[in-house]
T-cell receptor, first 114, second 113 residues
Framework: KQEVTQIPAALSVPEGENLVLNCSFT??????LQWFRQDPGKGLTSLLL?????REQTSGRLNASLDKSSGRSTLYIAASQPGDSATYLC?????????????FGTGTRLTIIP | DGGITQSPKYLFRKEGQNVTLSCEQN?????MYWYRQDPGQGLRLIYY???????QKGDIAEGYSVSREKKESFPLTVTSAQKNPTAFYLC????????????FGPGTRLLVL
């Protein structure tokens, strides 16, 4: 059974700093990995999707990496801003089953201190 | 505006009552999903539908039912058989069921009176 872990559960950093969020998964047979952002009481917004054949994806100040063999992904946020405060979730898609088999982590709640 | 909407934002259920959560999308997406989110836990899949008139059970389907009579609509009914319904319910859709980004609605918070 695939398990996805995100540590730490919460993180606070001063504005302007670069930071890394971690995601680990137990079964390396994945189709893709996605990073989502969730604001309090809201739905999820997809940030980045990395296919299993890729090693990283970038969007603006965000960079996500994937190391399938070690079961790890990181989300790097450069020059953090107070608007980046949210919960960040990663999710992996089980091999050969597509999006209906996403397994989510419990998320890291990020607070950027002005 | 294109997007995915859920209503109501808050819903209260009495003991023994069935309640229905609405999910509508105008993105012309084939696939739709229902998730449940509890504090300290990841999202868990309740039901999903790859195409109209078809749906499949997810990991925690007991006590829930769905229908997919129209492409744009995927309502979720929380039945009285669901003994712990208090949670945040999220609906999502994707263009296809495979390898596509999911777009999420704003969620419905269900509370038991």
């Amino acid at each position: 059974k695939q398990e996805v872990t995100q540590i730490p559960a919460a993180l606070s950093v001063p504005e302007g700093e670069n930071l890394v969020l971690n995601c680990s998964f137990t079964d390396s047979a994945i189709y893709n990995l996605q990073w989502f952002r969730q604001d309090p009481g809201k739905g999820l917004t997809s940030l980045l999707l990395i296919q299993s054949s890729q090693r990283e994806q970038t969007s603006g100040r965000l960079n996500a990496s994937l190391d399938k063999s070690s079961g790890r992904s990181t989300l790097y946020i450069a020059a953090s801003q107070p608007g980046d405060s949210a919960t960040y979730l990663c999710a992996v898609s089980r091999s050969n089953f597509g999006n209906e088999k996403l397994t989510f982590g419990t998320g890291t709640r990020l607070t950027i201190i002005p | 505006d294109g997007g995915i909407t859920q209503s109501p934002k808050y819903l209260f259920r009495k003991e023994g009552q069935n309640v229905t959560l609405s999910c509508e999308q105008n993105l012309n997406h084939d696939a739709m999903y229902w998730y449940r989110q509890d504090p300290g836990q990841g999202l868990r899949l309740i039901y999903y539908s790859q195409i109209v008139n078809d749906f499949q059970k997810g990991d925690i389907a007991e006590g829930y039912s769905v229908s997919r009579e129209k492409k744009e609509s995927f309502p979720l009914t929380v039945t009285s058989a669901q003994k712990n319904p208090t949670a945040f319910y999220l609906c999502a859709s994707s263009l296809r069921a495979d390898q596509e980004t999911q777009y999420f609605g704003p969620g419905t918070r269900l509370l038991v009176l």
